[in-house]
Structure formats: structure tokens, C-alpha cells
């Protein structure tokens, strides 16, 4: 059964799949921009218009308090356990449409086939739509994937956006009884696991030619917030050698980052937030305040190169007499993905007659929510324009989108040829 739907055809999956991908992108918080931030607007069109879909594919469907959309595709046996399927439908401010809202897409067109062919499998599928993963809106990120594992945190509610608003005051506007976020937790005996598709967000697919990867795992993180503090004087009467430039030294300590990530697998180091406190152009800079983001596919990997670039901190204030301050403010372990969902995967592709690549995530994904609660896995899937994500340049095509598809359908009609057996 599985060879036979599954290679059923090229561009089987894919038209539907780009024409749905358009079509939730009308709706955005920006006329020129694609931007769906948590309970914004926007953000409660697109989870009705998904409502919709999903029902209209077949499943029951509910819209928890935290604003996930679930569609529940329903086995012949009422009594089957459950496999997960799903993304984000949140955005960025001016993204893609493609980011997140892929692994929505590409399984809504398998359950839509399933349902017309009137197919039934010997376990229920949900498709979550989980309805924020980013955290634009909230410093947090994976609101919905972090209540449906039961690893939502009380402290997210006191968190609040750019206007001051905590999470807290916006969920009870909406009617949200906080003490109920809890009961969201999916218990982990109902389920078979949760395996989630999305766009690569990098060039290594389009490099090597290849339409789609299974993920191995995703990368541990560790930030910290630098203040560096040197000494503010005229820019055109202190002399180069009598400076304790907090500027000069931040860029030292930056260039520091990228010489201890260069060349290491998975490692990568960011700053991706640099600021010169009342900084003017003839003052030589008394404070520099940066970010940081040091990333790998192992803990160990990550934390020796965090140990060394904080080493390199230090030595580089007291050569250049200033004085640095770096604080940590978040650490997320490597997550290592299901290998009996990886194996099946790549199974299904090379059915299919391709050879997927084996890559770690270096970005995080609900998966690694989720992967506290049940085996988990991930398939990326090549875009173009050089892999740019988080981009309104963000691309895939009609094509990989379908081969996408058939791979995860052949996934799951043999993860049903398993469960029959």
C-alpha cells in the first residue's frame, strides 16, 4: 500500500500546498508586510481560516485557550493511540510564508487525500497548529508547543510586549481561565510521537542539490548580555594610546565569537544586538552592551566555546583596561531527534528515490518542546534565494513542496503497515 499511494505522481500534493501557503498569507498585521504576531488580529483570522480548513479536510477541530488549532483525523479504532503532526502559523515581523506554516500545510493536503479516498489508518492524527513558536510579541517563544508537552512555565505571564501589555492581561481579555493552561498537557501513554516538517532556513539542501533532510537534532543554546564599561572622553583630544575604548573593545570581543566558531561543525556564534549607550560621533564610547548566542549540536561542544569566548572577554579588558560584565540569560540543551523516526523517514525518501541529507537543526522548533513529551522528529525541506528564511525572499518550490508530501505519506502509510502488523 505504501510504495504505491506514496509514489502516486509528482505535484500529487504540491499545487494545494502553495495555493493554501498564498492564501493564509493575506492576512497580516502590515498592508506591505507579512507579520502575525501572538493574538494579534491577524493572528485570530488566520487560526479561524485554518479552523475551517481543517474541518473541511475531514477532522474535528478545536481551538485550545493558549489559541493552538487542532485537527483530529480519526482511526477506524476509537481506542488507537495518536501521532502528532504540526508547526507554527504564527510569523517574524516580514516574513515568509513558508516558515512554520509548512509542516501545517503539507500535512492538511495528506489528511485532505486520506479523507477523500476515505482512508482510515490504525491511529489517530492530530494536526496541531500551534499558535506561537516565534516570540515577537512575548519574549518567550513556544507558547502552544510549551502547553500541549506541560511545560508551560506560570512566568511567561508576567511577560509582557513592546506596549508594556503582560501575556497575562491579554489571555484574560480574551476570556481565558489562566488556571486552565495546565489541563492543556497531552499525556504521553495516548501517543505515538510528534514529527514536524519545515523549510530548512539555510543553504545546505540547495548546495547539495537535494530536495529534502532529516534532522538529527536541534542545537543547544546558551545567550548571555554583555555590558562592557571603558572610558568616555573627546574624540579629538585623548590620544590612541591613553583610550579605554568600551567601542573598540566590544568589537574585539565580537571578533573574538567568530574566530572560536569558525570551523567547528554545528558551532556558530551571534551577536545580533550591539548598542552604544548615548553614543554620539565625537565622544569615545564609555559603554557597549552586545548579545550573544552560542550554539551547537552537543552541550559539550557549545559550552567549551562559551567557556573560551567569556576566557577571551576577559583577556581582552584587562589589555585594553576596561571592564566587562557578561550575564547568562538562557541555556537550552541539544535535543537529540527520534532515531526510530529518523530511520523511517529516511526510508521513505530513498523509497522515493532520493537520499535525504542527515543535518542538525540550529535553529529550535516546537520540536524541542515536544520532544519532553513523546519521540519526536523533523524533516527539513530545501528553499531558495541562497536559504534565506524569516524573509519575505523566502521560497520553496511547488516541486519539493510535493516530494515533501510523499515522503511524509509514505512515512505514514507504513508507520500504519507497522501498527497492523
Excluded at 59 to 71: A, H, S, Y
Excluded at 151 to 171: I, Q
Aim: aromatic share 6%; with cysteine; hydrophobic share 45%.
Amino acid at each position: 500500500m505504501a510504495g504505491t499511494e506514496a509514489r502516486a505522481g509528482a505535484n500529487t500534493f504540491g499545487p494545494r500546498i502553495m495555493s493554501l501557503a498564498d492564501y493564509l498569507a493575506q492576512w497580516s498585521e502590515q498592508r506591505d508586510a507579512l507579520t502575525v504576531t501572538y493574538l494579534s488580529e491577524a493572528h485570530k483570522k488566520v487560526a479561524a481560516e485554518l479552523g475551517q480548513l481543517l474541518r473541511a479536510a475531514g477532522m474535528q477541530v478545536r481551538t485550545d485557550v493558549i489559541g493552538n488549532v487542532i485537527g483530529r483525523y480519526e482511526a477506524a479504532n476509537p481506542d488507537a493511540n495518536t501521532l502528532l503532526l504540526g508547526s507554527h502559523y504564527d510569523t517574524v515581523r516580514n516574513g515568509g510564508k513558508y516558515d512554520g506554516r509548512l509542516g501545517i500545510l503539507v500535512p492538511l493536503a495528506l489528511i485532505e487525500h486520506l479523507n477523500r479516498t476515505k482512508q482510515k489508518l490504525p491511529f489517530h492524527i492530530e494536526l496541531c497548529c500551534f499558535s506561537e513558536e516565534e516570540g515577537v510579541r512575548f519574549p518567550i517563544g513556544y507558547l502552544g508547543s510549551q502547553a500541549i508537552a506541560g511545560k508551560f512555565d506560570p512566568k511567561n505571564l508576567d511577560a509582557t510586549d513592546d506596549n508594556g501589555v503582560p501575556l497575562r492581561k491579554v489571555l484574560e481579555d480574551a476570556s481565558v481561565d489562566l488556571k486552565s493552561i495546565a489541563s492543556l498537557a497531552r499525556k504521553a501513554d495516548d501517543l505515538i510521537g510528534y514529527v514536524e516538517l519545515h523549510i530548512e532556513q539555510g543553504p545546505s539542501l540547495l548546495n547539495a542539490n537535494v530536495p529534502v533532510a532529516v534532522v538529527t537534532g536541534i542545537a543547544g543554546a546558551v545567550r548571555h548580555r554583555v555590558v562592557v564599561e571603558g572610558e568616555p572622553g573627546h574624540a579629538g583630544t585623548v590620544a590612541m594610546q591613553f583610550r579605554h575604548d568600551a567601542g573598540a573593545a566590544a568589537a574585539e570581543m565580537i571578533l573574538a565569537i567568530e574566530t572560536r566558531c569558525l570551523g567547528v561543525p554545528s558551532l556558530v556564534g551571534t551577536v545580533g544586538q550591539l548598542l552604544v549607550p548615548n553614543g554620539a560621533m565625537n565622544v569615545i564610547p564609555g559603554r557597549c552592551e552586545f548579545s550573544t548566542d552560542i550554539r551547537a549540536s552537543t552541550n559539550e561542544v557549545r559550552d567549551a566555546a562559551a567557556k573560551d569566548i567569556l576566557a577571551a572577554f576577559e583577556e581582552i579588558a584587562k589589555r585594553r583596561g576596561v571592564k566587562v560584565k557578561a550575564e547568562e540569560v538562557l541555556r537550552m540543551s541539544a535535543i537529540p531527534l527520534s532515531p526510530y523516526f529518523q530511520e523511517r523517514l529516511k526510508a521513505a525518501a530513498e523509497r522515493l528515490g532520493v537520499t535525504p541529507l542527515m543535518l542538525p537543526s540550529g535553529a529550535g522548533h516546537d520540536a524541542a518542546m515536544m520532544s519532553a513529551l513523546t519521540q519526536s522528529a523533523m524533516m527539513f525541506v530545501r528553499c531558495g534565494n541562497g536559504g534565506v528564511s524569516h524573509s519575505p525572499l523566502e521560497i520553496i518550490t511547488e516541486e519539493d513542496a510535493d516530494f515533501a508530501a510523499r515522503v511524509l505519506f509514505d512515512f505514514l502509510l507504513n508507520l500504519a503497515e507497522e501498527h497492523n502488523a
